[in-house]
């Protein structure tokens, strides 16, 4: 469910948010898009060094991933758990 603020908690999202949210979100896309390109290079062996490589590319997305909903969460669009109970 989408949590909206309350206009006499929270203000409004400034342009500056929403901006944010939007250079987040294509950074979040590019680090995804970077594990794919990965992934569609990736020997059908992996060697050592192609482990590394997919474990720092995971880590740059879910940094990404992170700074996204927190920007997200910054202009109101909160989310509770997407996970079935």
Same mark, same amino acid.
């Given at each position: ?8 908690t ?5 342009a500056?948010?929403?901006?944010t949210?939007r250079?987040? /979100?294509?950074a979040?896309?590019a680090a995804?898009?970077a594990v794919? *390109?990965?992934?569609? #290079?990736?020997?059908?062996?992996? =060697?050592p060094a192609d482990? /590394?490589?997919y474990?720092?590319?995971?880590s740059?997305?879910?940094? *990404?991933?992170?700074e #996204?909903q927190?920007?997200?969460? =910054?202009v ?10």
């Amino acid at each position: 469910m989408v949590g909206i603020k309350g206009p006499m908690t929270d203000t409004q999202p400034t342009a500056d948010d929403r901006e944010t949210l939007r250079v987040a /979100a294509a950074a979040h896309s590019a680090a995804a898009r970077a594990v794919e *390109a990965f992934l569609r #290079r990736l020997p059908e062996v992996p =060697a050592p060094a192609d482990v /590394a490589e997919y474990a720092t590319l995971l880590s740059q997305e879910e940094r *990404a991933r992170g700074e #996204r909903q927190a920007a997200a969460d =910054a202009v109101g669009l909160e989310i509770g758990s997407m996970e079935s109970e």
